[in-house]
Structure formats: C-alpha cells, structure tokens
C-alpha cells in the first residue's frame, strides 16, 4: 500500500509491512554491495532511508530525481533512525539533470540564493519546514477563533473602498475593454483589498465575533524586509467590546496560543528554522510566551525613544509616526518582548478609529503590537460607533458620500465594537526568526518582482 514517508517513518508494524514510498532523492551513498537512499516527500523534515541491494545503482538514481520505491519497513539497525525501507523495487519516476539543477547536493545555500527559485526552494530543508509550519499555523488560528465561537467570514478580494485611506491601492481592470464598451467593468473604480475590515464590521453588526483570513494588497514601494505587495493578513472583529484591554487580551491570546500549536505540532520545522537561520532565538520565543506583553501608550513611546534620540535615523517627535528603528529600539527596551503601544495621534490614523475625545493631544483608541525581529505585527482598534462622531470623521476626509453604508451601521444597532488585523508573514518571522518576509511566503510579491 502506498504510504508518505511521515507515516512510515512513525509506523510501529516494522516487521516487514510491505509499501510503496514515493518522494524525491535527496541523499545518495553507496558502499560495496549496499545503496543508501534518503527519499523525501515534503510530509516531514526528516526522510526515509532506503537501503537497497547495489545492483540498483544506476545514473537516474541520484540526487534530485523522483522515485516510487517498493519494499519492505524494517527496524533499523542504525541509531539514526527507527525504521527503513528495504528496497525491492525502485522506479526512477523523472530523473534531475545535476548539472542544471540549481540546488546542490550537500550545499547549503544561503537564502537569498533560494529566492531566485520559488519553484524549487521548497524542495530544500529550509523552506520545507518554513513552509510547513506555516500550514501549522494557518490551521492553528482558525481553530483558535472557531473555538472561542468567532464565525469565520470570506471578504472580498476586489473592493470600491479603500480601507486604509492611505492610497496604496491596485486597481482592478479588466486586461480586454472590447465587452463592455465605454465604461468600467464594475461601473465604479475598484481595487484589490487592502484590508477586511470593513466587510467585517458589516459581519459583526450580526455574528458579533467574526474573522477573516486572506491575502491583501498594498502598492508600497517598499524594498523592506518587512513589506509585500501581496501578504496574508488574520483579521477580528468583536461586538459589544468596551474598552483596549479587551483587545489586547485576544491578541495576547492569539499570538501565544497559536504560538504553542505550532511549536507542538511540528517541533523539529520550528527547531531547523531556529538552528540554521536564528541561533538564539528559541530561547527568545520561549521568552515571548511566558512574559506578559508590556503595555505604554504612545506618548509615553515618545517620552523613551526621546531620551535615546542619539540612537536614530529619525527623530522622534510627539505627533510623527514611529518608524521601524523605533519599534525596534521598544521592543528591546520592553525586555526584548512583544509591547503594546496604545493610543496613537488622531490625525495619524485612519477614519475609522475611535476618538477618545480627551482633549489636546488628541488621541484615538488604537493599539499596536511591536515584536521582536519585525516590529509592528498587529494593529487594531475601537472603532468609532457613535453616528455624529463618525459623520464629522468622514466629512473631513472627504468620504462621506462613499461611506453611507458604512454610516448605516451606526444608524441601525450600532454597538461598541473593536477588532485589529495581524500581518500573517511578519507572524511566522517572528517566531521563526526569519530576516526577511520573501522567506515565509511560497510567491512573494514586491516591487519590480513578480516571479513565477
Ligand atoms: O496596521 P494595518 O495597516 O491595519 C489594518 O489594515 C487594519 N484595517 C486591520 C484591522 O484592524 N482589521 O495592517 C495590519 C498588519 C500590520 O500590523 C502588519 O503586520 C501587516 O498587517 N502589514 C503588512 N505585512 C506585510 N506586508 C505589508 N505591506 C504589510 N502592511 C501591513
Ligand atoms: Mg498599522
């Protein structure tokens, strides 16, 4: 029967269970009259040793190539394993030209390198447990919401709104105008979303608790180690919520929570990706997990970073946004752990965010959550749900005839409500350890590239 080399490698029935093990060679040894295989199937980090008779050895059989191997699991007799597949038959299914291969047998190649090749740096112990865990983690957060009863919601991809408010929207065309003459194909400009949160606002004016998990899209031009121009962002939205540390507390829920799933799901992914590319920080995540998250508002933010001005690029100032070095420099000062910044100018966010209306410096009910390696990884809200509050809102940024149906939610029911949105990429750096975002997404997309 046919078996992923995860499940042979765990099976107990070694007493010559005969199988059939498909996956691609990724070590080859031959001594005298035996062949040594390691054949992966992307299931585990860790693959399975075929040991064969070497009659077997041919040119296919190499590094690279794909191969059905039939044969019997048998206790290993080496400490390296528990169980291997004697080989009865293998079958060369498509074999790799060594020479043209980009990926080299026993090199390890610097990530930068493996970018060049999104459609082969999966196949590298690397990426594969980088991306496994993703799926780890993408499974963990919507079981962390179903079970705390959040309804998930499916947002729309194109969208006339611009969520934000800060233009760095994708329109959306149609690549051929001959069908629709003389007008938009949706009458009106639209975009690719920038954010759900809006469509999740509609959603929790019913379900009161309810989520989103999808790509989103920003034209920044931004070459950071930390921005894509297509990413993954976990969106919340909560009904009936009064007050920051309501918020702050699901956040801290879902970081950890999610966090721990992950780390007991597919421990030795976590434990390669800390090894090779961040030694040193699994004793920073575990850190991470058992602290709780500091809690300043953003004026005290600045009332720090001022008194280490000498150490910035930019200088901080009550008013201005905090750039990357800040957040960095915040989350060192908070004992090298996430920190929530509470409370940000008005007149730096967007209509949407509650006023917290106690006078100058005026102030909104926002919070972010900086970490560690990335800085910024949540940003959420109160959002403004009193109808007069939000009508002024919109009147200044212009936006009051767009947003009617926006405005409508506060007519009609309108409750206290809050969410906030996670970056899903700058997520999986974070406790990873990973530098740089091209190297926890499959695709990524950024300015000028567009691979694949
Ligand atoms: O802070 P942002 O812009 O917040 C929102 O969009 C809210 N509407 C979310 C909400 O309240 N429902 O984005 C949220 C997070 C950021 O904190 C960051 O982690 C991530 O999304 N993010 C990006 N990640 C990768 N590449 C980019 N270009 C990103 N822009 C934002
Ligand atoms: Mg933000």
């Known amino acids: 029967s046919k078996m992923s080399v995860r499940d042979a490698l765990g099976s107990q029935h070694t007493s010559g269970e005969r199988v059939k093990v498909q996956g691609w060679i990724r070590s080859i040894r031959s001594q005298k009259e035996v062949l040594f295989l390691h054949v992966n199937d992307g299931s585990s980090l860790e693959s399975l040793q075929v040991v064969a008779d070497s009659s077997f050895a041919s040119r296919e059989l190499a590094f690279g190539s794909s191969v059905a191997v039939l044969g019997q699991l048998v206790k290993s007799p080496s400490k390296q394993q528990n169980v291997e597949l004697k080989a009865e038959s293998i079958e060369v299914i498509g074999n790799c030209d060594a020479k043209a291969f980009p990926i080299k047998y026993k090199e390890r190649h610097p990530l930068e390198f493996l970018r060049q090749y999104p459609h082969l740096r999966c196949r590298t112990n690397v990426l594969g447990s980088v991306l496994r865990a993703r799926s780890e983690a993408t499974a963990a ?13 499916h947002t729309p991809v194109i969208t006339s709104n611009d969520c934000e408010g800060a233009g760095e929207l994708f329109q959306v065309e149609p690549s051929s105008k001959t069908e629709i003459p003389n ?36 034209a920044e031009n931004s070459q950071s180690r930390r921005h894509l121009a297509e990413f993954y962002m976990v969106e919340a939205e909560i009904s009936f919520i009064e ?16 966090t721990m799933t992950v780390l007991s799901n597919c421990p030795e992914d976590v434990e390669l990706c800390h090894k090779f590319i961040a030694p040193g920080h699994k004793d920073r995540l575990e850190h991470m997990l058992k602290t709780n998250f500091s809690i ?38 908070c004992g090298d752990a996430p920190v929530f910044v509470t409370d940000y100018p008005l007149a730096l966010k967007p209509f949407y965010m509650r006023d917290n209306e106690d006078g100058p410096p005026h102030t909104v009910a926002a919070v972010d959550l900086l970490v560690p390696v990335v800085g910024e990884l949540f940003g959420g809200s109160l959002r403004e749900e009193r109808y007069h509050h939000l009508e002024q809102r919109l009147a200044r940024s212009g936006l009051t005839e767009a947003y009617q149906w926006y405005l409508d939610l506060r007519r009609f029911g309108s409750v206290p409500h809050g969410g906030f949105g996670m ?27 567009c691979l694949l």
């Open 141 to 153: 957060i919507h079981s962390f919401f179903k079970h705390r009863g959040f309804v998930h919601v």
């Open 183 to 218: 007008e938009n194909f949706f009458n009106v400009p639209a975009f690719l979303t920038v954010s759900g949160q809006l469509h999740l606002e509609v959603m929790s004016g019913a379900f009161t608790r309810v989520f989103t998990f999808g790509p989103t899209f920003r």
């Open 243 to 258: 007050n920051l540390q309501d918020l702050m507390q699901v956040i801290e829920d879902l970081f950890k929570a999610t």
């Open 296 to 333: 300043i508002s953003y004026t005290e933010a600045i009332e720090i970073l001022k008194k280490a001005s000498h150490n910035f690029t930019f200088t901080p100032e009550w008013g201005l946004d905090l750039q990357t070095e800040h957040e960095k420099y915040l989350v060192k000062h």
């Open 423 to 449: 970056g899903f990429e700058r997520y999986l750096q974070c406790i990873l350890g990973v530098d740089n975002i091209k190297d926890v997404i499959p695709f990524p997309r950024f300015t000028h590239s």
